[in-house]
DNA sequence: TAAATTTGTTAGGTTAGTCTAACTTTAGTA
DNA sequence: TACTAAAGTTAGACTAACCTAACAAATTTA
């Protein structure tokens, strides 16, 4: 059985390798970072979580889970979220309340509880960010989506999910009328600063920068 | 904000307070084995929830949750008691599978988890065992109640909770078609070991053992 | 390629929660 | 009331997860 932490290690793993989709091995750093420990602690981790072979390394080298730590890493990040759709859905929360409270709810232990919550909330395939929800046997369906900030002019695309999923920018959506599902129509890049004119839904015409636009999956 | 531990000890402390009603004080080697911890970590335990003002204690003497103790305490309860309701009338789990999964959910920290749930719950009095759930404002519904083994010959009642809630408890009650609201009429006290004579619902006249009737509450 | 910067590790220390073994106090009983 | 048994405490030790400070390796850049 493992820890609510060495959970959190692994979860945190499988996230940044899935961010680089070619080299899935990450950077002791970047772990700490991203768990908010001090990197003598991952490390420290790392001897832990490669003992009871979750991890492949070496002193210096770069980290990669194996296929056990792969498989509880994806456990914890289908309840996960499991857990944000259920708060969504059914308790009505709000997109960017879920995270902080699924982040808990990740580490109940129960087989029967995620299978039952993933069958009361009818097989969702996405959560409410747009991101696809590990199945029972660890499959995560690949979604084929692309950066809004990739498109071309005159294009029109449908938002799939959000690559920052931070408070402020969830807001600022929520302000834009955007959600999962929202048309959106590039009508100029502006080369100047790189920011988009764009049309969303049915609103005027308006202008987004191009950290937004790097922070919105769409699907043309 | 209380570690997950801090709250089991208060949460034991208020279950086995309530348990004798008059004297709501607690020894420390009660509340070790509760806990399942050995007498000497329930003591360290204790010196630090009195730092904190969480309960009144002196060395060699009864323990007693304070206001605020008692407060958080029953935050827990009313956390455990919401989440068995949620497990047993909505993910289908039964009876005796809900309490291990709520002692995981009862630390889940978010007021407005617990307040959403409650409402899609709508508002519910009892938990699956008939035992009542706190309300938001830390009020305790008292139920009126007794045990089986108080009833007289010819009595009739209704069960309104079990006592005793392991699983092979309440296993057993599922074979005999006991349930919360199953209607009994007790038929005959046998002097000689105490077991009744009971008709239970509609079911054939049958004997039911001491240890069996102080271990279900009803309700005349 | 050598120096500087970044990245990662080691050593030693802290805290929370647990334990065992030995001890002290309180309560029950002869 | 004195003794014994039960209840509770103390001291000292362990583990998991964290830290800081100092060091080592790898990578970048001049």
Redesign the pocket.
């Given at each position: 059985m493992l820890?609510?932490?060495?959970e959190?290690?692994l979860k945190a793993l499988l996230m940044l390798g899935l961010q680089n989709e070619d080299k899935p091995e990450v950077?002791?750093?970047?772990m700490?970072a991203y768990?908010?420990?001090?990197?003598?602690?991952?490390?420290?981790?790392?001897?832990?979580l490669k003992e009871k072979d979750l991890v492949t390394?070496?002193?210096?080298?770069?980290i990669l889970l194996t296929a056990i730590g792969r498989k509880k890493g994806i456990a914890v990040l289908r309840k996960h979220r499991l857990w944000e759709t259920f708060l969504y859905e059914k308790l009505d929360f709000s997109w960017d309340e879920v995270h902080e409270v699924a982040e808990q709810l990740e580490h109940i232990q129960s087989e029967k509880l995620v299978n039952k919550l993933e069958e009361f909330l009818d097989f969702p395939e996405f959560d409410p960010h747009g991101d696809p929800i590990p199945k029972a046997n660890g499959e995560i369906p690949i979604v084929h989506r692309i950066l809004l900030s990739e498109m071309k002019e005159n294009e029109t695309c449908r938002v799939v999910a959000v690559k920052d999923t931070s408070a402020l920018f969830l807001q600022y959506l929520e302000r834009l009328n955007v959600t999962i599902g929202t048309k959106i129509t590039v009508l100029e890049v502006v080369d100047f600063d790189g920011s988009l004119n764009v049309q969303i839904g049915n609103a005027p015409v308006r202008s987004v920068s191009v950290k937004f636009a790097e922070s919105l999956f769409v699907k043309k």
């Open positions: 820890s609510y932490t060495e959190n290690y950077g002791t750093n970047d700490a768990l908010g420990v001090k990197p003598a602690t991952a490390t420290d981790m790392l001897k832990k390394y070496q002193k210096y080298g770069k």
